[in-house]
């Protein structure tokens, strides 16, 4: 018996894949927009066939994914599917764990459940981690993992991700919260994979910073240097040299004072420490947008810090030279002057955009999807839309939703879109992705560059403004996503390498 109600591609590497995931846990690393989700109907089917009274459970970080991953079962497979949420009672949840066979649900929602006892695990016969590289730290997969292992009585558990990781410890850490035994890799040079890869150019386009939006960054790294310093007599980092400190020292620096002071410590040190680590990751953010996003974005930041009430956002407008930066942007922005990306992405869609395609412009924050969406909108042929997560001020997953069924159906032909539309969604027939800054990781990276050309050939542009973090990170996130290739091949050419304990013996 089979629950598959039409034929699936016959693909050489799905089923060799689907043969290995039959014998034990397993990571599965394939490139995006090559049948992951396939792999997993298969499992599935091959495990409420072998255990009829079973029932599956398939994890995935966000209610929009896991709408999709739904969406692809329920047009393959005749079988009772629930989704598992937090707007639905724990109840009707408990009810639904039981009725059906085939559950989707987010991680959080499962811990929720594990924690109130609302779940029963005793009767799943197979757990699909979507998103398998989240498996580490604190994130819901750890504990929904282990909690399925031990209360399983026919326990067999799939990850899936286009992305491990780029350090060996990392790759480590998941195979062994998901206790995996057997890794399945392909990359897109494989020769079983590369018929069904679609061409994908790759072109980075540099563009010079103006001198007056280049001696505001300086005025900002001014302000930097002076709270670092402050930083420093207080006793704090003070045997760092100030070259080495930047914006990661600071957020590490501010989450052990915090965690001290939430201990019960309430010296002025601390609390000092604590108000200048947040008034340098405010002025490191104000950086950023001046020197890599755009002048309305930065300026919009600032108006936000002047009408902060926090005691940080009081420092920050009493020093003499956060006025004169504020003033010198709005000034400029009356004069018509703006980051050159911004004119940049308006020649490059004039040149390469066409009514009948579609595109992804990925921006780091929502105020840059603001301006590029402002700037944007009056262009011929362009139907652009804001596409951000949820958060205060952001789309419910249901908006998202509907916003993805409207790209694809041609209401809107660009979607300007922040980190949300990165992880694991299919969003079909995009030609062309603009990547508006660099970032340095090369999960985001692989991510980025996996929503265009699914299904036909695409075209990536990344925009690098000189001098700035733009370029350091562009190389950064080349480094690790070469390093990941490098591990990933290793475990390809010693297979043998990977013990049943669930470790990876090269990283041991």
């Known amino acids: ?37 396939i792999i997993s109907a298969m499992l599935a089917d091959y495990r409420l066939e072998k255990y009829p009274n079973s029932k599956v459970l398939f994890l995935a970080p966000t209610k929009p994914l896991i709408n999709q991953h739904m969406k692809t079962f329920s047009n393959i497979m005749d079988i009772k599917i629930g989704t598992a949420s937090g707007s639905v009672s724990s109840k009707k949840r408990s009810e639904m764990y039981l009725e059906n066979q085939l559950i989707f649900a987010t991680p959080q929602t499962i811990e929720n459940d594990i924690k109130n006892e609302v779940i029963d695990f005793s009767s799943f016969s197979l757990l699909i981690v979507d998103e398998a590289h989240h498996t580490v730290g604190n994130y819901s997969y750890v504990k929904i993992a ?37 890794v399945e890799i392909r990359s897109e040079e494989d020769p079983d994979v590369s018929p069904y890869i679609e061409k994908k150019e790759v072109e980075v386009i540099t563009v010079n910073m103006p001198l007056e939006i280049a001696d505001l960054s300086i005025k900002v790294k001014e302000m930097i240097n002076s709270a670092i310093l402050e930083l420093q007599s207080s006793g704090l980092l003070k045997n760092v040299q100030q070259s080495r400190i930047n914006r990661v020292t600071i957020l590490l620096l501010q989450k052990s004072l915090q965690k001290q002071m939430f201990s019960g410590r309430r010296s002025f040190y601390l609390i000092r420490g604590i108000i200048l680590t947040s008034k340098l990751m405010k002025l490191y953010h104000a950086y950023g947008l001046v020197s890599t996003q755009s002048l309305s974005a930065f300026f919009n930041f600032l108006v936000k810090i002047e009408k902060g009430k926090a005691k940080t956002d009081k420092e920050l407008v009493s020093d003499p030279k956060f006025l004169q930066i504020k003033e010198k942007t709005e000034d400029l922005l009356k004069k018509g002057i703006e980051h050159p990306k911004l004119e940049q992405l308006v020649q490059l869609l004039k040149n390469n955009f066409s ?14 999807v603001d301006a590029i969406y402002s700037r944007i909108s009056s262009m011929e042929n362009i139907r652009p839309v804001r596409f951000i997560g949820q958060g205060k001020g952001g789309l419910s997953q249901k908006e998202q939703v509907n916003i993805i069924s409207d790209f694809e159906s041609g209401v809107y032909n660009v979607l300007v879109s922040t980190s949300v539309s990165e992880e694991g969604m299919s969003i079909r027939g995009v030609d062309i992705a603009v990547f508006y800054e660099t970032i340095p990781s090369a999960i985001r990276n692989i991510q980025r560059r996996g929503r265009v050309g699914r299904f036909a050939a695409g075209k990536v542009f990344i925009l690098i403004t000189k001098g700035t973090n733009d370029e350091s990170y562009y190389w950064l996130s080349k480094r690790r996503e070469k390093s990941m290739k490098k591990i990933i091949k290793n475990i390809q050419e010693n297979p043998e390498n990977i013990k049943q304990d669930g470790t990876l013996n090269p990283f041991a």
């Open 1 to 37: 018996m089979t629950f598959f109600t039409k034929k699936i591609d016959d693909r050489e590497y799905q089923k060799n894949i689907f043969e290995t995931c039959k014998s034990g846990n397993t990571l599965v690393v394939l490139p995006t927009g090559l049948g992951k989700t």
């Open 355 to 368: 009514e009948d395609k579609k595109a992804i412009i990925f921006a780091q924050y929502r105020d840059t």
């Open 146 to 182: 282990k909690d399925y292992t031990t209360g399983s009585a026919h326990p067999l558990i799939l990850g899936l991700t286009a992305s491990p990781a780029s350090e060996r410890e990392k790759i480590r850490t998941i195979c062994n919260n998901l206790g995996i035994t057997n």
